[in-house]
Structure formats: C-alpha cells, structure tokens
Nanobody, 117 residues
Framework: QVQLVESGGGLVQPGGSLRLSCAASGNTFVINNMGWYRQAPGKQRELVATITIGGSTDYIYSVKGRFTISRDNGKGTVYLQMNSLKLEDTAVYYC???????????WGQGTQVTVSS
C-alpha cells in the first residue's frame, strides 16, 4: 500500500504564491505517475497537473505558466509550486499516484487552498 500526505495549503491573496508538497510512504517503489487534482465547492474534481516517473509534465490550460509540478523520486515526494494565484484557484487540492504494476490509484486526504483578498 501507498499513503500520500499533502501539506502546504493555506490562505493567500490574489497574486500570491503557495507550494504544496505530497509525501508518499509505504511501498513507494510501485509509484509511477503522480499528479495534483483539485475540487472547488459545487464542482467536480479536476486534474491540474501530472508528472511521469521520468519527469514529463502536463498541465490544464488555466494553470499553464503559473503552476509548476516537480517530484523527487528518491524521497517519494511531489510538489506543486503555485504562483500568480487567482480567486478561481480556490479549492481542495489532492495528490494522486498510480502504480507501475497494478491498476491501483492512491489519494491523499487533500489540503485547502483559499485565494481571497
């Protein structure tokens, strides 16, 4: 099993920055791709950014140029650097990882990001 724990959320003003971290524990050797999702109140969960085990990244259009996903495979950690935050970035952000060997998908408990003036 793999456990994911997010940290780094909080309250920030528009234009500000936050860095989210997600630490994996357990059988981290099975982890393949990792990513960040978010869910705003009354909306469906959406994929924000992904990173492969080799470091290739992808982003939804609305965060391109503002967010950067990175990972440290040795530490089993994935990060999301969020700059130029907007009101519409307010959401609970979830870390996700999938397995190299099975169809298992792992989720963190979520961390709240609130962008407000």
């Amino acid at each position: 099993q793999v456990q994911l724990v997010e940290s780094g959320g909080g309250l920030v003003q528009p234009g500000g920055s936050l860095r989210l971290s997600c630490a994996a524990s357990g059988n981290t050797f099975v982890i393949n791709n990792m990513g960040w999702y978010r869910q705003a109140p009354g909306k469906q969960r959406e994929l924000v950014a992904t990173i492969t085990i080799g470091g290739s990244t992808d982003y939804i259009y609305s965060v391109k140029g503002r967010f950067t996903i990175s990972r440290d495979n040795g530490k089993g950690t994935v990060y999301l650097q969020m700059n130029s935050l907007k009101l519409e970035d307010t959401a609970v952000y979830y870390c996700n990882a999938d397995s190299r060997y099975t169809r298992n998908n792992y989720w963190g408990q979520g961390t709240q990001v609130t962008v407000s003036s």
